[in-house]
C-alpha cells in the first residue's frame, strides 16, 4: 500500500509565491516518476511538473520558469516550488508517484491565487 499526503496549499495573492510538499509511506520501493498535477475548476487535470529517478524533468509550458520540481529521498517527499503565481494557477494541486507502472494519487491540496 502507497499513501501520499500533499500540503502547502493556501490562499495567496498573484504573484506570490507557495512551496507544496508531498510525503509518500507505505511500499514505495520501485518508483520511477514523480509528478504534481492540477484541476482547475470545472476543468480536466493536468500535468503541471514531473521528474523521473534520473531526475529528468519535465513542465507545462505554463508554469516553465515559474514552478520548480525536487524530493529529497530522505525524507520520500517530493516539492513544488511555485512563484510568481497568477489567477489561472488556482486549481486542486495532485501529487503522483508512478511504482511499477502502476499511479498512485494524494488526496489534492488547494491553491487559491487571488488579490
Known amino acids: 500500500q502507497v499513501h501520499l499526503v500533499e500540503s502547502g496549499g493556501d490562499l495567496v495573492q498573484p504573484g506570490g509565491s507557495l512551496r507544496l510538499s508531498c510525503a509518500a509511506s507505505?511500499?514505495?520501493?520501485?518508483?520511477?516518476?514523480m509528478g504534481w498535477y492540477r484541476q482547475p475548476p470545472g476543468k480536466q487535470r493536468e500535468l503541471v511538473a514531473a521528474?523521473?529517478?534520473?531526475?529528468?524533468?519535465n513542465y507545462a509550458d505554463s508554469v516553465k520558469g515559474r514552478f520548480t520540481i525536487s524530493r529529497d529521498n530522505t525524507k520520500n517527499t517530493v516539492y513544488l516550488q511555485m512563484s510568481s503565481l497568477k489567477p489561472e494557477d488556482t486549481a486542486i494541486y495532485y501529487c503522483?508517484?508512478?511504482?511499477?507502472?502502476?499511479?498512485?494519487w494524494g488526496q489534492g491540496t488547494q491553491v487559491t491565487v487571488s488579490s
Open positions: 503522483s508517484f508512478r511504482i511499477y507502472n502502476r499511479n498512485y
Open positions: 507505505g511500499s514505495i520501493g520501485g518508483i520511477d516518476l
Open positions: 521528474m523521473s529517478t534520473g531526475e529528468r524533468t
